[in-house]
């Protein structure tokens, strides 16, 4: 995976980092350092989404493990951004990678993509985020039913 896009702030220090593997279906933005405006926030979201339109991808993990600054505002701006964008989109599935508690904030913008069908989960690490989002799920009874083989 390449990054496609980087986001700098006035001070040419990046604050995002956007990467897309459509093989795979997938998109991730990694976040890093200090956000210091909503306008920061809805050009990384008007990038991902538009990402997700063109291509059909189903997947979207979301690193703020790293972010600094703004939090609320942001996951406030993330949330409105959401419940207009992602209307009629391929999207499937989202994961934060996160290393704090849950919080209100990652709470408002889950809520918001749950209420559009996709599913949301948050994770401390991307190896996890990563098996949720592309690892099909099988269900127990499958592998109940399945025959066991002995050697």
Known sequence: MNAIKRFENEDGRFYASVVCE????????VWTGELTSQDQV???????????QKQGLE???????QLEGLIEESAKEAANYF?????????????????????TSRTLVSSVLAAQGIEVKTFANNALAMQWLLLPSIDDAVWDEAPVLTF
């Open 42 to 52: 809805v050009a990384v979201m008007d990038y991902c989404v538009g990402c997700i």
């Open 22 to 29: 459509p093989e795979q279906s997938l998109l991730m933005d």
């Open 59 to 65: 997947s979207w993990l979301c690193d703020v493990s």
């Open 83 to 103: 419940k207009n964008q992602l209307v009629e989109t391929s999207l499937k599935k989202f994961a934060f990678i996160s290393k704090k508690a849950s919080n």
